[in-house]
């Protein structure tokens, strides 16, 4: 339990409102087959478009599919997929990044030249470019934006290795005559693994809209397979006559990311003085008014 | 300055080249054979030999270096060979392509430049208070929401609820708000946040402490001060996001059915049109290569310090 | 009143509210600075001299909160309680400002003639052709050589030197009575710092400005200054006209800051005389006296309560030492 204690810690630092609907996310990912109602595929062709019911709370698609378990079972299709593609991702770029934090010199300077590359270019184009060459599939797009996705990863983990590589524990491991290998994967790739981590989850939320925008042009997830890109741009030729499937699949996907954005920002602004709120101003200034003051001036 | 720029312009020079090696090596290594495929485009893969002569007419048999310099050569002229879908030439309606890409993108880039100087210049001058608040809100949602979403939303809400401005097709520049629009949303979102953060970091250095000693009020420290400080991160910052609009382009152009590059190389990558892929890929990444170059002689001019490395 | 002094700071406490914790960093200290004088404060970093003379001002970095009580009088008027658009007028106009690090005050990419310049546009009300004509003279004031060159150049062009006289012309700019120069040659290499030192003191001097010098310096002190406040942990230890306070320093602190100057007949390789010790942090304010700990005359007493400042005989110097003034009394 006192193990956790730093972690909560940490976790208090940032935005409340980002841990739930991260948290949420997660959950409704990882339970969905339990939490969904009904069988997300099963048609009924008579029952389609219908709207919220008893039976189908948030209405039913063309096909008659019930809408909310299609949405539940979408946040397991995307949150499977972005675990997948950060996993991969930061995999090739936590080890690029340590390499190259670990040797410098030429080595450092090609695999950043690539990754400066790799980060020019979006990587909805490197994924799309990725599909058209090889075809579509699951497994394409889920390595396509692995590959669009590492160079960021690598960068972060380059720069963290360079700072631990430069603390004096590490001079004076060397000195000791510790084996390149135990520097390595005794203090180099631990200490990287968890600072990346952070940032890899507060960049899932623009995975999550990576494999929403491949889904939706049709060359990510595939039918029957619920995901909520796809769900949108099934919808969409129905637009006009039942906007609440575009709109339904479309405001999941956005809840999702502004959760994981939120906390991408909280991160990156955390360095900047704020003023104080009101209510930690008050306890200041109850601290203070308990000091009194004394002339000193006899 | 004029060593700085023949230097940037070597460098454009090389990453252009490695930009086509990229590409060509792309097609080069897809799997399955191009004459056959060809051939069958043609109805003639029956015919025996006919591949044989596809294969000799398109250079095939050739050695890979010799193809390379021989596709180089074409490119540059701004032939990008023959459609492996259509069998026409790529590069038929290429340059109106461009042009329909490069107007959705100039138009974006100068409503999301607006629009976020406007939010993020409301934030600082107001922090933490109820604009900046009502700012950043917009911000983060802008930045979250999905852009096929923001399409439809636009869509549903502009064309189909109040009819205001069409939903496709080219009539007249009307047709052109709601695309500009909602390729401009992610960028200004990203773009107010890049603008209220460096205004923020700005006016916590030591020569706005000066600047408020010399009696400056807020206004004049923000625009007279902090601004042209936070000019070339901007300037980086508007370069990146022009890059990611031709991404956006790709999402949106089809959306409104317009025929762009990026509604080309969607195509290309559906129905794995390598040569069309190949065509569209090469002109994005030396679209990147050319905004990258401006945006470092953009940054030259207005940073002093950088300026003076190189002059 | 012709007799008041144009600063007069009497029992100021500053409290600093951040998001971490709340300090005081100055604690009823009170001095007075005349027209045409040169008052010193001197004190280790973080003794809170700086706060002190910022403060009152509105010169505090974003996400503090101050808390400001006694009273700061300038030119007549009481500045504590003023809200601030009316002190914002003072700023710049009345009272100008110095800063320790030229490298950093300085706007890195606006030029530097703009930048004196626009301190003539707001506080003298000149068209911005009177202002650059009024930027070069303030710049061949501060001594710079080649000066319509320099005003059109950017602060990175030029030399650390150089930037403080640049930093010192927006100062005088607005043709201010003060001059509040903080630590103004501390970031400055050695041979350069006299330079600006001497500088300082004839602007001072010719334009019969008053002063306040802050420094941990005490050969800056001794060439400068007039007056002189040692501050320690917040609390003025000692007051008084210098060539009294460096001549017989009381306070047993300021003693040691004196003893703690190498001199020249100390024999070669001799140890550094240094202060034993480390100075407090600042937070809640102490009960006793906040050099106590490191004092060598450290008697019960002196942690008891909070020793007051007491005038000496002739009522120049004033000690807060219960030590040292039981002694007078007592003698």
């Known amino acids: 339990m006192n193990k956790l204690k730093p972690i909560f810690a940490r976790l208090n630092k940032f935005p409340r409102v980002a841990l739930v609907v991260i948290g949420l996310f997660v959950a409704l990912g990882t339970f969905a087959p339990w939490l969904a109602p009904q069988d997300p595929s099963a048609q009924n062709l008579l029952q389609g478009g219908l709207g919220p019911s008893v039976a189908h709370w948030l209405g039913t698609d063309h096909l008659g599919r019930d809408t909310l378990s299609r949405l539940i079972i979408a946040a397991n299709t995307s949150l499977v997929s972005v675990g997948s593609v950060l996993i991969i991702a930061m995999t ?19 695999l950043m030249r690539v990754v400066d590359v790799g980060l020019s270019i979006p990587s909805l184009i490197t994924a799309l470019a990725v599909i058209g060459i090889v075809g579509p599939g699951y497994w394409t797009m889920v390595l396509a934006l692995a590959l669009a996705w590492w160079p960021m990863s690598g960068r972060i983990s380059r720069a963290v290795a360079v700072s631990i590589m430069s603390k004096p524990h590490i001079e004076a491991l060397r000195v000791l005559g510790a084996s390149p290998w135990r520097i390595y994967f005794g203090h180099l790739l631990p200490g990287t693994i968890g600072a990346v981590m952070v940032y890899a989850t507060a960049d899932a939320g623009t995975a999550a809209l990576a494999v929403a925008t491949l889904s939706f042009l049709g060359l990510g997830i595939q039918p029957p397979t619920p995901e909520w890109g796809q769900m949108l741009v099934d919808a969409l030729p129905y637009l006009e006559s039942d906007p609440r499937q575009v709109i339904l699949p479309g405001l999941a996907l956005t809840a999702a990311v502004i959760g994981f954005n939120t906390l991408g920002e909280a991160i990156a602004l955390n360095r900047i003085p704020k003023p104080l709120t009101r209510r930690m101003l008050a306890m200041r200034r109850i601290e203070v008014a308990g000091w009194g003051k004394e002339n000193s001036d006899a | 300055m004029i060593h700085f720029i023949s230097k940037r312009l070597k460098h454009s020079l090389v990453l252009l080249f490695l930009a086509s090696v990229v590409c060509f090596t792309l097609v080069v290594s897809a799997p399955g054979n191009v004459a056959v495929l060809i051939a069958e485009l043609r109805g003639a893969a029956s015919t025996p030999g006919y591949v044989e002569k596809v294969a000799e007419e398109i250079g095939l048999n050739k050695p890979l270096l010799m193809r390379y310099v021989d596709w180089l050569g074409d490119a540059v002229t701004g032939d990008f060979g ?80 109040f009819q205001l401005f069409p939903s496709f097709g080219f009539n007249g520049p009307v047709s052109w708000v709601l695309p500009w629009l909602t390729v401009a949303v992610l960028p200004a979102a990203v773009l107010s946040r890049v603008v209220r953060v460096g205004l923020e970091e700005a006016m916590t250095s030591p020569y706005v402490l000066t600047a408020k000693s010399k009696g400056l009020g807020r206004t004049a420290i923000l625009f007279r001060e902090a601004l042209p400080n936070i000019t070339p991160v901007f300037i980086n910052a508007l370069g990146t996001q022009v890059g990611l609009m031709t991404a956006t382009g790709i999402i949106v152009e089809p959306l409104f059915a317009w025929q762009g590059v990026g509604d080309y190389f969607l195509a290309g990558v559906r129905f794995r049109d390598f040569m069309v892929v190949q065509a569209c890929l090469l002109i994005f990444l030396a679209f990147f290569i050319v905004v990258n170059l401006i945006v470092d002689l953009a940054v030259l001019m207005t940073d002093p310090r950088i300026r003076r490395q190189w002059s | 009143m012709h007799d008041e002094p144009l600063l007069s700071v009497s029992n100021l406490t500053v409290d ?130 080649d000066p319509s060159a320099r005003l059109r150049q950017y602060p990175h062009e030029l030399s650390g030197g150089l930037r403080q006289r640049i930093v010192i012309a927006t100062a005088l700019a607005g043709e201010p009575k003060l001059l509040i120069a903080d630590e103004p040659t501390t970031a400055l290499d050695v041979t350069v710092q006299a330079q600006i030192l001497r500088l300082l003191k004839d602007l001072q001097r010719r334009l019969n400005m008053a002063m306040v010098l802050i420094t941990h310096d ?16 917040a609390r003025a230890a000692e007051r008084g006209p210098v060539d009294k306070v460096l001549v017989t320093p009381r306070h047993p602190y300021t003693r040691g800051l004196i003893n703690a100057i190498p001199k020249r007949e100390d024999p070669i390789g001799s140890q550094f005389r240094g202060l034993p010790g480390i100075p407090p942090t600042l937070g809640a304010p102490f009960k006793g006296c906040a050099f106590a700990p490191r004092c060598d005359f450290a008697v019960p007493t002196c942690t008891a309560s909070r020793p007051p400042l007491v005038p000496s005989a002739d009522g120049s110097v004033f000690v807060a030492c219960p030590v040292v003034n039981e002694g007078r009394a007592a003698a």
């Open chain 2, 82 to 161: 023959i459609s492996y879908r259509t069998g026409q030439t790529v590069s038929a309606d290429l340059p109106q392509r461009m042009m329909v890409t490069g107007t959705l993108i100039a138009g974006s880039a100068v409503i999301a430049t607006l629009l976020s100087l406007l939010l993020g210049f409301l934030g600082a001058f107001w922090p933490y208070k109820l604009p900046d608040r009502v700012s950043r809100g917009l911000a983060l949602i802008g930045a979250s929401t999905p852009t096929f979403f923001v399409g439809a939303l636009m869509i549903y809400g502009f064309s189909v609820t």
């Open chain 3, 218 to 233: 005490m050969g800056v002190v001794a060439g400068a200054a007039d007056n002189i406040v040692v501050m320690y942990a």
């Open chain 1, 92 to 110: 090739i770029g936590i080890l690029m990044g340590t390499i190259a934090g670990y040797h410098r010199g030429w080595v450092d300077d090609l």
């Open chain 3, 16 to 145: 600093l509210l951040t998001a971490k914790s709340a300090i005081r960093p100055v604690d009823g200290v009170s001095y007075t600075v005349r027209q045409g004088e040169c008052l010193a404060i001197v004190g280790e970093s973080g003794s809170g001299k700086t706060v002190m003379n910022f403060a009152p001002l509105g010169l505090m970095p974003t996400g503090v909160t101050t808390s400001l009580s006694g009273s700061v009088r300038f030119g007549g008027r009481e500045l504590i309680g003023l809200p601030e658009p009316e002190i914002r007028k003072i700023r710049g106009k009345s009272i100008g400002f110095i800063f320790q690090d030229p490298m950093s005050a300085l706007n890195p990419v606006r030029r530097i003639g703009r930048q004196i310049a626009e301190m003539a546009e707001l506080h003298l009300n000149m068209t911005p052709r009177a202002a650059e004509a009024r930027a070069l003279e303030l710049v061949k004031l501060v001594g710079i050589s």
